[in-house]
């Protein structure tokens, strides 16, 4: 029997359970569209109420969440205010340029926070020559970064210097559930800091496909609007929400055993020439010095049926998930060391 792979390129490659399967299989489903899908009413109503927000919207990715949030948070020819390393900056196609008419305004974090000096800085007279700054984006946990938290009192004081500019705030929490469990801090309390939050259930939470977004109802009903013009609206999604509801009764405590594997993934990868940070969560990234070169550690790892990803000069990112288990972590250290080893010579 051949070894198995594994494959830590990220945590959206996992594949549903059997007991997933089997909840998509039972799911009773509607027209949502028509709002009479009653497995997506239900998983709306329970993020909504896990998030200490009046409404959710249940959206295909986590992209289009953060690109509906952009649209309802802001006029044509706003500034968005964005970390530089923020997934809506650098993985979402310019959607706030094209979707929203919006202008971004990077700015560097403090790995992955936005800062209220940044903020503050970011500001520009109330001219009329001037863009409005009218958005703020927060990313948590920020990718970028290696999953690291964004600690809460950092977003409740972000959130505060913004409110009391009339600044609104939305946060990327496409991870924040991981964050969540990490830290201690509630999904409400990180929720409480933003208008809209999105969240992902195809990361670690482990279902195939979906996220959501949540925030008071009038802002909810202009996102379903805007879902529906970007060709979101599906029929009956239930069979997907209910891999959701699934994960959310049956994923979330469990994260905390990927952050203990990553931590020891860490621990496994680092060497001479290779830094790898303490991760906060489930994301390892490796620093290789030169002459180490990382396409050819790539290449070795995947000869040796272990994947990881480049991710930025000189480094490679591991996540560990739901269908990497302790042994499948400890296979990965030795192979990475073995790789390591090759490249070298
Ligand atoms: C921080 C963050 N935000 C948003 C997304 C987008 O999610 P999706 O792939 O579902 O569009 C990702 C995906 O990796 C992400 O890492």
Redesign the pocket.
Known sequence: MSTPVVDLR?D?VTRPTPAMRAAIAAAPVGDDVFGDDPTVLELERRCAALAGKAAALYVP????G?QIAVRVLTSPGDEVLLEEQS?IFL?EQGGIASTSGCLAHIVRGERGALTVEGFEAALRPADDHAARLSLVCM?NTH?RAGGAIVPLARMQALAAAARARGVGLHL?G??LWNASVASGASIAQFAACADTTMM?F??GLGAPVG?ILVGDEPVIREARRVRKRLGGGMRQAGILAAACLHALDHHVERLAEDHARARRLAAGMRADGVAVEEPDTNIVIATLAEPLDPARVLAELEAQGVRMVAFGAGRIRAICHLDVDDAGVERAAAVFAAAVAAARS
Do not use: I, L, P
Not at 61 to 64: F, Y
């Open positions: 990220s959206t990715s986590g992209t289009m953060n997934h993985y990313e990718n990327d496409a991870r992902c195809s990361k996220s």
